[in-house]
């Protein structure tokens, strides 16, 4: 059964543009509910502001037709208006005039009382009259003299009340209206985003075309020229993997040809011997030939090793995968040396250590640095006489950097091969009969590891005569204090 895909990769599967929608509309139909909210309250109090209006304008009509001469109270509707605002209102109009005292009553008794109200003042408020919903308008106002021989004058309340049914239709089409106006807004602006999504991922369609057409060979860097800025970090990032894949196939070039180079003379030579002892007839000349055979093994064993090594070093510097911490050179230097003892010691050599109290500490990957450290060891005893002294001596170069020098007595090095350091096959060094030939690799790993740890190769002649070989590295951000010597 296959595993189950999470969430977040089939996420990474949809197109672009319905990941954009699925983040858009929610805010669009948010956006939509809430304008239309908006717009039905704003309708509401328009449309009863408008007919709150007619209201005041028939309860102002009535006042006018107050009167109070014959002791009482005497009202003349002005019918015509009457009759116009209710054919207005297209609904059912009914009025009361009322003395506050309760006294007087004309019109339509059983309309809702108006809340409190003070001399002067206007409200406007819903109702239920006869089980039909209807909206009321009321004034209330000091009469100038008291009425049936009252001891003051008494305040009279006017209610004029409509029906709400043309104002509810009223409101209902401008709703209808700002819904569909809505509507449509979303449909255009989801349509315009659509071709601006389109418009906008143009440039990538264009660099998916030109990827399809791009030669297999072709390695050069993307143009980013015409890219939204935001592509061109994806577009840099790109170019950056094809760099270090155009990085890689040369390393992998080199190393073929390193192979292929330092492998084939003593295959070739084995062979040969093979063949001889293979047709010698004689036990004393096979062994001969087998005896001269294991020099050259041991050539082509030491060969391998440093392809490996060198083949190592590129890849920590190409990939930046070596594991950079503190590393204690003084501690560095008593482990190489206890590697290469036995070798020394065939040759008679002495390996000295030489270093501060307190600890010598680089920044980089010990791994690759032992292995660096080893190779200018291994170099140093090939290239010294017999009985002579090799000293590895480790110390602070400056406050930001330290160095680990190996000295040997050997014959040094010529200018023209001190300017050949890191090359291939002009790397290293050893003497056959006093002269200086070269072995190959040994340098050229050197060289590439201390660029991959941000730190340089650097060789010089001795005055008294030999080679010194520094290793120089960034010093680390913490110390290690020591309590013993490091003097051997």
Do not use: C
Request: charged letters at 25%; a negative charge.
């Amino acid at each position: 059964m296959a595993p189950a895909e999470e969430p977040s990769q089939r996420g990474l599967e949809r197109p672009l543009w319905i990941t954009l929608a699925l983040w858009t509309m929610p805010a669009l139909v948010f956006l939509l509910g809430g304008g239309l909210l908006f717009s039905a309250a704003t309708i509401n109090d328009l449309s009863d502001s408008a007919y709150d209006r007619s209201l005041a304008g028939a309860i102002r009509a009535i006042d006018l037709n107050v009167s109070t001469a014959s002791g009482g109270i005497g009202i003349e509707l002005p019918y015509p208006l009457f009759e116009s605002f209710q054919a207005t209102a297209s609904g059912e109009v009914y009025f009361r005039v009322s003395t506050d005292d309760g006294l007087v009553e004309i019109g339509d008794a059983l309309l809702p009382a108006p809340p409190m109200l003070e001399d002067g003042e206007f409200t406007f408020y819903d109702a239920v009259y006869l089980g039909r919903a209807v909206r009321v308008g009321a004034s209330k106002r000091k009469l100038e003299e008291p009425l049936y021989g009252a001891s003051q004058a008494q305040s009279i309340v006017i209610e004029v009340a409509e029906t709400t049914g043309s104002r509810e239709a009223f409101r209902e089409r401008l709703i209808s209206r700002a819904i569909w106006r809505d509507a449509l807004t979303v449909l255009v602006a989801v349509g315009l985003l659509a071709l601006g999504v389109r418009l906008a991922l143009h440039p990538l369609t264009v660099l998916k075309q030109r990827l399809d057409l791009r030669d297999p060979d072709d390695r050069s860097r993307l143009d980013v020229v015409g890219l939204p800025s935001e592509v061109r970090p994806l577009v840099d990032a790109v170019n950056g993997l094809i760099e270090r894949y155009h990085l890689q196939g040369e390393a992998q070039r080199r190393f073929i040809d390193d192979a292929s180079h330092q492998l084939k003379t003593p295959l070739a030579v084995l062979r040969s011997q093979i063949d001889y002892a293979l047709r010698a007839d004689d036990p004393t000349t096979s062994r001969a030939v087998l005896e001269a055979m294991r020099p050259v093994t041991e050539r082509a064993a030491r060969m391998t090793s440093q392809l490996l090594s060198l083949a190592r070093a590129r890849n920590a510097a190409l990939l930046d995968t070596s594991a950079s911490a503190p590393v204690d050179l003084a501690t560095l230097a008593g482990d190489v040396a206890r590697l290469h003892l036995g070798q020394a010691r065939r040759r008679g050599l002495k390996i000295e250590i030489e270093a501060p109290d307190e600890a010598v500490m680089g920044q980089g990957s010990e791994a690759l640095l032992f292995e660096a450290a080893s190779n200018l060891l291994d170099n140093a005893i090939r290239v010294s006489p017999d009985g002579g002294r090799i000293l590895l001596k480790a110390e602070a170069d400056a406050p930001s950097s330290v160095r680990l020098r190996v000295m040997d007595e050997g014959p040094g090095m010529s200018e023209e091969m001190l300017g050949q350091v890191g090359e291939r096959f002009h790397a290293g060094w050893e003497t056959q009969n006093g002269t200086q030939t070269s072995t190959g690799l040994g340098l050229s790993i050197v060289t590439v590891i201390m660029e991959a740890q941000n730190g340089v190769l650097i060789l010089a002649n001795r005055p008294e005569g030999g080679l010194v070989a520094e290793m120089r590295l960034p010093a680390a951000d913490t110390t290690k204090p020591l309590n013993t010597p490091r003097r051997r």
